[in-house]
């Protein structure tokens, strides 16, 4: 098997950096916040065995890719051209598409604009929200929700703010959010999504007395080496375009995922408790669901926590193709 390599591509006038294995059928990974290619170490070389080129780039604001100055560079049809770009770039006509957090909803995007190209998709942790006419606008919403508390998503839009914080100390901020968020946390340790003004984001969730079984200090050194010299302000700005987003594609309404799709996420992932709804429309809003998990006692980072359960589930889907 071809071993683990590293390039850079131009895509969509940014240059984005890539991580790549095997020979095959294209199959591209997305990764979410605050990650970055290495999100999918366990399932590159799992995937490359089983017969497929897998791609994991650094997202646009992320890792070694680049990180455009302007907050409106950073919505979602941005980062949709990003990988229609990466998928041309390789020389490629189809690929399939597979996305965790954030990255679960560039791939739904990928494959509701670009079903010519896309013609598979897996979400990890983050199901599709399907959009409808009565909705509010994402921040109103949010705000409504969070009532007299704070709601992450909300506590992030402000530029600056909640940049400064995580980047204070790399380090704290990433042991509390993969330990906190993860199915290893107990439950008066898991991360909260609302918080008391009172509070700041580094207050939503617990310090890891030990690092979880899935994460060694060799992997939390190489993110924190990522943030510590990118800072997170990539990262939030896709945050900070969620109302953009909303404002450029009402004409998703009512819109069905139709391609062939897998759905895993976490039993305990606080993810599902905040879009239960639309995690419980699944079978409506994409139509060719071939399966939808929740692993049980798994939180958020599903992909990493339960390595091999998922890239069982990718190869299998993958294979029924």
Known sequence: MDALRHRFIDTNGIRMHIAEQGEGPLVVLCHGFPECWYSWRYQLPALARAGYHVVAPDQRGYGQTDQPEAIEAYHVLQLVGDIVGLVQALGEERAIIAGHDWGAVVAWYCALLRPDMFQALTLLSVPYIRRAWTDRRPTDAMKLMAGEQQFYQLYFQEPGKADAELAADVRKTLSML?????????????????????????DIGAQPDVLPAWLSEADLNVFIQEFERTGFRGGLNWYRNIDRTWELTPFLCGANVQQPALFVAGEVDTVITIYREAFNALETTMPNLRQKLLLPGAGHWIQQERASEVNQLLIEFLASL
């Open 178 to 202: 993969f330990f906190s968020a993860s199915g290893e946390a107990p439950p008066g340790q898991r991360r909260r999504f609302l918080f008391d003004k009172s509070e700041t984001f580094l």
